[in-house]
């Protein structure tokens, strides 16, 4: 039996997916990679601590950006066919009801006290896997927040604009030892 976890964070994974396999095929609505990139970003602010009032008030608005991106692919998904929406949008009702339906989906976060939703980001990849300490630790000092995708190559890093900067220039060398 699947296991149970947050509806929200359930949903995000399973649009994921979906964004995953249709970006092959499609060109998709140019909204859905930031909006999806910023919902899991809200999702993670609210999960850190679900009781506080002001993270609350975010969960409209995730759920307003998960709607738009589900609407989006799933109008894109019907070019593979009935059978194909079908099973996305079934994956789907599941994960409304805080069903897991894919696993192994690694999302971490290192939220920062007080840093407001709306802030700017910045993502890279990776060639091979990242020593991430080292990382983590530089995030941490310039007061950004790091998340590594599922194969933890994909790095996004979250703040303000001047943080961001110090960030990527304190990581140079992770990029210098990429490019060997």
């Known amino acids: 039996m699947e296991t149970q976890t947050d509806p ?13 396999n249709l970006n092959k095929k499609y060109d998709l609505d140019e909204t859905i990679v930031p909006n999806l990139q910023q919902s899991k970003t809200l999702i993670n602010y609210y999960t850190d601590d679900p009781t506080d009032p002001t993270r609350i008030k975010e969960v409209s608005r995730i759920d307003g950006l998960l709607n738009d991106i589900e609407q989006k692919l799933l109008l894109t998904a019907e070019n593979e066919g009935e059978e194909y929406t079908k099973k996305w949008e079934g994956y789907l009702l599941d994960a409304s009801k805080g069903v897991e339906v894919f696993r192994n989906v690694k999302i971490q976060s290192h939220f920062i006290a007080g840093m407001p939703a709306n802030f700017d980001f910045v993502r890279f990849n990776f060639k091979e896997h990242i020593a991430e300490e080292r990382f983590m630790e530089i995030c941490e000092y310039e007061n950004v927040i790091i998340e590594y995708d599922e194969d933890d190559k994909s790095v996004f890093v979250f703040g303000e604009k001047p943080q961001i900067t110090l960030a990527l220039q304190e990581m140079s060398s992770f990029f210098a030892e990429q490019m060997d």
Do not use: G, I, Q
């Not at 929200?8 to 995953?20: A, E, Q, T």
């Open 8 to 20: 929200l964070y359930c949903r995000w994974s399973v649009l994921d997916h979906l964004l995953k």
